[in-house]
């Protein structure tokens, strides 16, 4: 699939998602406790690709998004969102205190741009907090239904890391282990063929109870073993 295919691919899933949902305020995550930590000293806040699920307090905060019905929502709650691309963020380099993009990169084919983009941004010691999934031998049909373009290998995730002065400060287990494959394959089924059904279903029951039954995030200092991890949130620091 080339850049161009995986990028319509997202954005036709995601509009389509976005349309149909609420918006859920980022203190309803467990995210919340992580990001509260972060928030003194970080004046200046940018949160890529959230859609309608962002993670860092809406207002005064800049947003990116390539989905209009997400930008739109943003937008009514206080935040500074503006439609663009993760891979030529519309900012000068050094502007930002904090920068997030939970489960945004892997969607992306260049992520040596997206690395880079996002570091240029940061400040001198500002801090990125991101979200991937891990392990190639982990891919399911709904890696590939929702548009992501890989699984990351942890050795391959370090050297980018590396490559862009960032410091793993803390590590956590994030999002869901692997479900059974049949549920996955019955899922996407669903969404195939019955989306406007499913998308309701996921708005109105899903989500709420995932959200009812959130674990706590446990933090291990610096990079935590990634061996049997099926996706990972870091905190890093970007180096002078």
Not at 61 to 80: N, Q, V, Y
Not at 141 to 151: C, K, N, S, W
Not at 152 to 171: D, G
């Amino acid at each position: 699939m080339t850049p161009g295919d995986l990028a319509a691919k997202n954005s036709a899933f995601y509009d389509a998602l976005w349309s149909n949902s609420y918006l859920t305020r980022p203190e309803r995550f467990n995210t919340w406790p992580l990001v509260a930590s972060l928030l003194p000293g970080s004046a200046m806040r940018l949160e890529v690709g959230p859609g309608l699920r962002p993670r860092l307090p809406i207002k005064n905060t800049h947003f990116i998004d390539a989905s209009p019905p997400a930008i739109e929502r943003l937008r009514a709650r206080g935040g500074i969102a503006q439609f663009g691309e993760i891979t030529a963020l519309p900012f000068d380099q050094d502007t930002f205190d904090l920068v997030a993009a939970f489960d945004v990169i892997e969607h992306v084919e260049n992520d040596g741009q997206v690395f880079a983009e996002l570091t240029r941004v940061l400040k001198e010691n500002g801090r990125l907090v991101f979200s991937v999934p891990l392990h190639a031998a982990y891919w399911t049909v709904f890696d590939d239904y929702v548009g992501h373009a890989r699984r990351y290998e942890p050795e391959a995730l370090q050297q980018l890391m590396a490559a862009n002065n960032l410091v793993v400060e803390k590590s956590a287990v994030f999002g869901m282990q692997p479900n059974n494959p049949r549920m996955l394959k019955y899922t996407v089924k669903m969404l195939t063929e019955h989306r406007a059904m499913a998308t309701r279903w996921y708005n109105w029951l899903l989500l709420p109870l995932g959200m009812l039954f959130q674990k706590r995030l446990k933090f291990t200092e610096g990079l935590m073993d990634l061996s049997n991890v099926y996706e990972v949130l870091l905190v890093c620091r970007r180096k002078p």
